[in-house]
């Protein structure tokens, strides 16, 4: 069985040497005392060494013992887990601490002394197989790494000791081959890039950041907004808006929330929302909207763009706003592709994953075909505009161009990897890659001189 369906098993009680703990749930996002979640990992770095079920009980007698750090991988290793069914019986699904997983967390919090910070972490580090981006600085923390389950937990566990972060979400989703990330970079930087920066947003201050929605709140203002959809113009309630604050080009394009405007941005840190001068604004939803009494639900990824960018908007003056908590990973874990089309673009080597690897019940679940499809820019070739069969883009096999993009098969080997008819006359061409592959760093490709074939 996958990792995937691993972190998405179900446990009751769970008997673990020497003392019991109840989990009501092994979920792929782990938060705090205060949040809808509980820490799915033992504090003592537990190992399972054998799995039985109480017949009948629907409760698994675990045997656990410490686990130690260890870097390539680790054999210390969660052995395995057991998967109750509503029938009260279980199967024994194999996830082992060397699998791979992919880690996203963040906080907003008082940092005094980051770099002395940076430096903790790159010591507590040096011994996990970590690879990824962990930015700290003096507004709090965030973080997308990889590595083996065992080494993961331990760098989360162990950032959860500490006070600030006992706390934070923790979210985390299967990595499809190994490392996401090609090295590790713990830096004392901005935790998100902005025009402007954010050293000056009240990004601390709860109060000038919006309403966070748990995924069931979110689904059900969403469902609400469906609902109340003109049937002639398709215009959601005016007295509503769904902002998305991600990309347009590769975020919006192979998935978002219906009702969901595509956001004419082509990146997050260009994007000016609620903040032009005039009120009439084609490109700017919140351009004409009034600020006392419109609710503004804005969904990204994993959240944290959603977070600072409300804080622009509340010195803006506006007065209903709402996140979605935890990002759109959180609600596919929770609440499956509800009003959901598409995948979810990742800034990893993953690039874009289904909802079915946050929620393996989401399988069965699809999106509407008549509303994703009828979409000008969703899921269509960048080159033809025919629509696509797998959403995830390439990046163009120029290497002084590198847009990633959507493609079909026939314009790949047409266009021979390029996004344009221009690209494929440039003096660097790189090879087609097969399938939907990546391209090595492009340092390595920088002194290569091919020709078109």
């Known amino acids: 069985m996958s990792l995937t369906g691993s972190l998405a098993v179900l446990l009751c009680d769970v008997v673990v040497a020497p003392t019991f703990v109840h989990l009501p749930r092994l979920s792929t996002s782990i938060d705090g005392e205060n949040g809808v979640d509980k820490s799915i990992f033992h504090y003592r770095r537990p190992r399972i060494l054998s799995c039985s079920t109480l017949a009948g009980h629907g409760r698994a007698s675990l045997a656990v013992s410490p ?7 680790g054999s210390s290793a969660m052995r395995g887990c057991a998967a109750i ?13 060397r699998d791979f997983v992919v880690v996203n967390l963040y906080r907003f919090v008082c940092v005094d002394n980051p770099e002395e910070e940076v430096a903790k972490h790159l010591a507590f580090l040096t011994d996990l197989d970590i690879h990824g981006r962990i930015y700290l600085n003096e507004q709090g923390i965030n973080a997308q790494y990889s590595g083996p389950l065992a080494d993961a937990r331990s760098y989360f566990k162990w950032l959860r000791e ?37 050293a000056h ?10 309403t966070p929605l748990v995924p069931s709140e ?35 394009d192979i998935g978002h929330f219906r009702g969901a405007r595509r956001p004419e941005v082509d990146c ?34 994993g959240g944290i763009r959603c977070d600072v960018y409300s804080t622009i908007l509340r010195q803006k ?69 025919s629509v696509v069969q797998v959403l995830r883009h390439r990046n163009c096999a120029n290497l002084d161009c590198n847009l990633l993009f959507l493609c079909c098969p026939e314009c790949v080997s047409s266009f021979r990897g390029c ?34 074939s």
């Open 67 to 73: 686990l130690g750090r260890r870097k390539n991988g």
């Open 85 to 97: 069914s509503s029938g009260g019986s279980a199967s024994l699904w194999q996830v082992s601490g």
């Open 162 to 198: 500490d006070d600030r972060f006992s706390d934070i979400l923790i979210q985390i989703s299967p990595a499809l081959s190994r490392h996401a990330f090609p090295k590790l970079k713990v830096q004392f930087k901005p935790l998100v890039q902005v025009d402007g920066g954010i």
């Open 201 to 210: 947003l009240p990004l601390l201050d709860p109060s000038m950041r919006a």
């Open 218 to 252: 979110w689904k059900e203002r969403v469902e609400g907004l469906s609902r109340s959809c003109d049937a002639s113009s398709g215009s959601m309630e005016s007295d509503c808006i769904i902002l998305d604050l991600r990309n347009a080009g590769y975020e919006w």
């Open 268 to 301: 997050f840190r260009s994007t000016s929302f609620g903040l032009s001068e005039t009120e009439i604004n084609d490109s700017d939803p919140l351009a004409d909207v009034d600020k006392e009494k419109t609710d503004v639900l804005m969904y990204c990824t």
């Open 317 to 385: 003056g506006f007065k209903n706003l709402y996140t979605l908590r935890g990002g759109v990973s959180h609600y596919l874990e929770n609440e499956g592709p509800v009003e959901w089309v598409g995948n979810l673009f990742v800034f990893d080597s993953r690039l874009s994953l289904p909802p079915s690897a946050y929620n393996p019940k989401s399988a069965t679940q699809t999106c509407d075909p008549q509303h994703a499809f009828k979409k000008e820019k969703f899921a269509k070739c960048y080159l033809c505009s």
């Open 419 to 452: 996004c344009c008819s221009t690209c494929m006359l440039a003096p660097r061409l790189r090879p087609i890659l097969p399938g939907h592959q990546r391209y090595k760093k492009w340092h390595l490709y920088r002194d290569m001189k091919i020709q078109p």
